[in-house]
């Protein structure tokens, strides 16, 4: 197979040597469709051209100015292909751009973003040697961007190229575990958080996450966002959990908390981390001081979707 690349990439060579006004991305492409990858990125640096990562932030932010809702669900993109990281196997996680494969969008937690994934199809098209896995962790980054916390972002995952790197269902967070909070708190904690290497602090900073988007009936079944300004990352999710008298919303639907108007929510999972006494202090702790927030969220964020990635460098955006 070695010998078979090598003699295609000389192919290439060849052809761009004896017809030079030969689109070059045509005649990667041809290699690429000869040699049986699927993406370009991996081919010898000669033959790939640069990932243009700043043209791909730009396509990015063009989708949010077209449509806001999108910019929180790509910030849920970005985590859920990060959060299926498992330090003990080294499993999972950002690195193989394995979320796009139709197995890992049929897990549960993923409900829902098969509708982005394919809206990110053309812009993978249009910067090809941008991987997949690149690609996405690079949207949760411009959207987030976009909602007023700018995160460090490193280029450099290697999409895997088929299936098999997909891990099993279930690593990601469930929203409740029977409607008690205290194995709703303990889920959160053995089977995802602390699988994934975070602490109480990291797990509540993460959790602030839910200052941005909604709840999609079609996707995960419950309804309705978590602030009156859903486009905008603060502490506000703090200060709702804690001040609000929040109740159970009466509806043909999967149990979760309503405020008093009925327009805000909160799920399960978010309320134990005021029933828990571990986890209430840090959310009491970023509800008084935002600017804390914002620095343990980056922190927090950034290690995430750097899970089960190598050799990831930075990169010029602007
Ligand atoms: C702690 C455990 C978590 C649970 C149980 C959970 C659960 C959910 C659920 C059920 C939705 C609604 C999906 C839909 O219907 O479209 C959602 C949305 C969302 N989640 Fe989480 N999540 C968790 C943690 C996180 C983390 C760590 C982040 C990011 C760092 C995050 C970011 C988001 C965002 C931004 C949305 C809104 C998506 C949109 O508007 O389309 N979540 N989450």
């Known amino acids: 197979m070695r010998s078979f690349i ?8 060849s052809a761009l040597r004896v017809t030079p006004n030969i689109d070059r991305r045509t005649v990667f492409r041809a290699v690429a469709a000869l040699t049986g990858a699927s993406t370009l990125h991996g081919l010898e640096p000669a033959f790939a051209e640069a990932p243009d990562y700043a043209g791909a932030k730009k396509a990015l932010q063009a989708m949010i100015a077209a449509d806001k809702d999108i910019g929180p669900t790509m910030v849920r993109l970005a985590w859920h292909s990060s959060g299926t990281y498992d330090k003990m196997s080294k499993t999972g996680g950002s690195g193989g751009g394995t979320i796009r494969f139709k197995e890992e969008l049929a897990h549960g937690g993923n409900a829902g973003l098969d509708k982005l994934v394919a809206k990110l199809e053309p812009v993978h098209k249009s910067f090809p040697t941008v991987s997949y896995a690149d690609l996405y962790t690079l949207a949760g980054a411009t959207a987030l961007e976009a909602a007023g916390v700018p995160v460090p972002w490193k280029a450099g995952r290697v999409d895997a190229m088929t299936p098999a790197a997909v891990t099993p269902d279930g690593r990601l967070p469930a929203a409740s575990k029977g409607n008690d909070p ?3 708190a303990k889920a959160l904690r053995m089977d995802v958080f602390y699988r ?7 797990i509540v900073a993460l959790s602030g996450a839910h200052a941005l988007g909604r709840c999609h009936p079609d996707a995960s079944g419950y309804s309705g966002p978590w602030t009156p300004t859903p486009y905008t990352l603060n502490n506000g999710y703090f200060n709702l959990l804690l001040s609000v008298p929040w109740t159970i919303k009466e509806w043909n639907g999967p149990m979760q ?4 108007s009925g327009k805000l929510m909160m799920l399960p999972s978010d309320l134990a981390l005021v029933q828990d006494k571990n986890f209430r202090p840090f959310v009491q702790m970023y509800a008084k001081d935002n600017a804390m927030f914002v ?14 990635t190598k050799n990831l460098k930075a990169v010029a955006l602007a």
Not at 6 to 13: D, E, F, K, N
Not at 196 to 202: L, T
């Open 6 to 13: 090598t003699v295609s990439i000389l192919c290439g060579a």
């Open 182 to 184: 205290q194995k709703t």
């Open 196 to 202: 994934m290497g975070f602490n109480d602090k990291e």
């Open 257 to 260: 908390f309503e405020d008093p």
């Open 295 to 308: 620095k343990d969220f980056t922190a927090a964020y950034t290690k995430l979707t750097e899970l089960g």
